[in-house]
């Protein structure tokens, strides 16, 4: 047990050193990731031969992170790239393995291993270039999504390129293991017919897609009602870790599997409940596999054939690099958009490394060949986060210099309000904002609620939104406005402070149950704070000295009058409160301003009444002797 | 238009008033009015335009005051602070939007404007910029609308005799619907930065702009001196 806490601690030390310094150094957190890997495996030799198993493990992020990457696309976007996907992605993964497999062949490799590096070379690294895209926010550029294509083509095409591999195994290779027993992973389908694996296939993705959509919904409400926050991120775990195991047992690829469910689940309104729940581990998890990435540097064959393996490195990117490069000026895609694909991809990935342990065990490749190899993947990831800094510091400034500060296709499709509780009162700020052509996004923790607002065809979301990573899914960080309109006194005051804490830019709005908790808002930060039932009291008095035959607009001067007062007034209490703060609010300086207040207005609005003479000004006639007084001019 | 430029355009553009101007410096307070400022397409470039001159002060009556409910206090203040005062507006059925008569009725109080000891805008000057949909040959005597501008205009002539400010003739743009498509409003608007100019180092030729029917004619290079 202390053997693991201590492993454990070593890894999580290495990332808390490292990345944050990486970060800093502008060389994002892949980087900085795979450097203290670098530094506890090689170098400093804290950790061994465990790393492969972790690093198994660790792959799981990605199953997680495409699960999330399918969260943030629904079905109609995903049809919607079907052609970039398709094409981008086919030729790439084509151009590059043709091209790839051609130079082995000159280096007069057999066939066989020629076809198998091409493919294994022709995948980039998912874990890398979107983490980084998230990081800097790429996503949404048209290079960003076209790479994503390539990317997703890339995992679908690991299905067939696994079933491809043990095709390609060398006779002799097989016949020299042939007395090793080797270890059969869980499957099954091994043994079916083929017509009964396709239709095991379709059956089980069906399920996903289905279930996914169907069974989700009253599960998610189930486990919503009872209110415990650990019982959802459970739920999350499991709807992932199990759909990941039923592609695993059908022979399809889990990070697949999950990208599906993430799609099924776009449109659902616990979606960013799901994503507040499942970030953490995708985080985690990913760092881990960077780590052991750099950890498994083999520093033996790494000193033998240091020049051998650069120079494959430098090829293979060159490769990737100039197929992309022509790829992208066959879509037609613009300035900097070109290179972002062009210099995002040119890495080999951690399917990479799943496809050459692959080729180990099919006897597909030699084992000296594979240490190589794999020494190649890991260089090339390593110099990815470099060709991202050449981007961020060669690229876009020259871009940038010609003409438009960016492409116009950043589009952003978060919300540019949030509201927080879709109630009595949020559901009027909402219809509001909406008809006004304003993007919300509205969550509430209450799922019936949601359920309702949601037949009504508001765009409404399952989430705590007192919790600070519900409110960084819900795109916080890109918002202008964040209004608070939920019952609870205490949460609303914690979001207040939550929010202006770490989201100075953003404007809130918050709603107050009384002064007091107004004055509370206000302190912590609240950049606009409205008492719930302020203007509808006000509106109730007009209404009823309008029934008593008070003439209306007499009546709205009377309003407004006492509105101004009310404001004006209100900053003195304010300050008067905040220096009373700590004592009791009972028998002091607040008390006697309120009392004050009260006075104020009934003095202001009562004189016009009985003397036709406001102390109020407006519309006030000249006195009766001026008319006088202009004869007297003439 | 992008969201940042539409933020800009509702940003309160009322700049600080500068104390420590030197005394030959006049200032200029104008006083926009327009109801429906996204179809505007000559007014809300000469409030920008007068927004970013120096020592003058560009108030957004809509902005300030979405309610109608106008802060006599405040905008005396204002109007004790400049010495030229702008009324900027489209013509409305004649005469100005609502909200600059809703702000002549609460704001220009006896006892501050006019009447017994009110005073408070003596010597200073006022003018109207305008802009009409008619054309030119619509304001006379003998055309479409009957009467010329400067005729149309005379209940706020009178409101500047009684408040004792020096009435400036209007600043006026005919035609204002089709400036665009005939490009006329560049024009229109260097002459806008021109009066301005003039207003605030007190150039202005008074004797001049007094009397003329449409003080844009001034603002050319021959009129200019």
Partial sequence: MTGYLLQAFIYLVAAVIAVPIAKRLGLGSVLGYLIAGVVIGPIMGLVGDETTTIQHFAEFGVVMMLFLVGLELEPKSLWAMKSKLIGLGGLQLGFTTGVITGVALYFSQPFSFALTIGLIFALSSTAIVLQTFQEKGLQQTEGGKSAFSVLLFQDIAVIPILALIPLLALPELVANAANEEHHESLSIVKGLAPWAYGLVIIASVAFVTVGGHYLSRPLFKFVASSRLREIFTATALMLVIGIAALMGLVGLSPALGAFLAGVVLANSEFRHELEANIEPFKGLLLGLFFITVGAGIDVDVLTSNVSLILMLTAAVMLIKAMVLYIIAMLFKLRQSNKWLLTLSLAQAGEFGFVLLSFAAQNYALPNDIIAILSLVVAFSMFLTPVLFIIFDNVVVPRYQRNGKIRDEDEINEKGTVVIAGIGRFGQIVNRLLVANDVNTIVLDIRSEQIDLIRRIGTKAYFGDASKPDILHTAGIHDAALLIIAIDDKDTAADMVKYAKHAYPDTRVLARAYDRGHGYRLRQLGADFVVSETYHSALEMGTEALRSLDIHPFHVERQKMAYKNIESKQNDVLYNAWIDDASGERVDNNYLKLFVELERLIESALKTDIHDKHSKMRGWTPPPKEHSEQLHDEK | ?225
């Fill in chain 2, 1 to 225: 238009m992008t969201s940042d430029a539409k933020k800009h355009q509702y940003r309160k553009t009322e700049k600080e008033t500068v104390s420590h101007m030197d005394q030959s410096t006049q200032k200029v307070l104008v006083l926009f009015a327009h109801p429906a400022q996204a179809s505007s397409e000559v007014n809300l470039h000469l409030f920008r335009d007068a927004s970013a001159t120096p020592s003058v002060t560009a108030v957004d009556l809509y902005y300030d005051y979405p309610d109608f409910n106008i802060d006599i206090e405040r905008e005396q203040q204002r109007l004790l602070e400049h010495d030229t005062i702008i009324f900027l507006f489209p013509l409305f059925w004649y005469s100005t939007p609502s909200i600059l008569k809703e702000w002549q009725d609460l704001v220009l109080e006896y006892g501050f404007a006019y009447g017994q000891g009110g005073s408070a805008l003596q010597g200073k000057k006022f003018l109207c910029a305008i802009t009409a949909g008619g054309k030119e040959e619509a304001y006379q005597s003998d055309g479409f609308n009957h009467f010329t501008i400067r005729q149309l205009l005379q209940p706020l002539e009178q409101m500047a005799r009684i408040t004792q400010m020096a009435y400036i003739a209007p600043f006026a743009l005919f035609g204002s619907r089709t400036a665009q498509e005939e490009k006329r409003i560049e024009t229109h608007r260097q002459k806008w930065q021109q009066l301005l100019n003039m207003l605030v180092n007190d150039t202005l030729n008074m004797s001049k702009a007094t009397r003329l029917e449409n003080l844009a004619d001034l603002c050319t290079k021959e009129g200019n001196h």
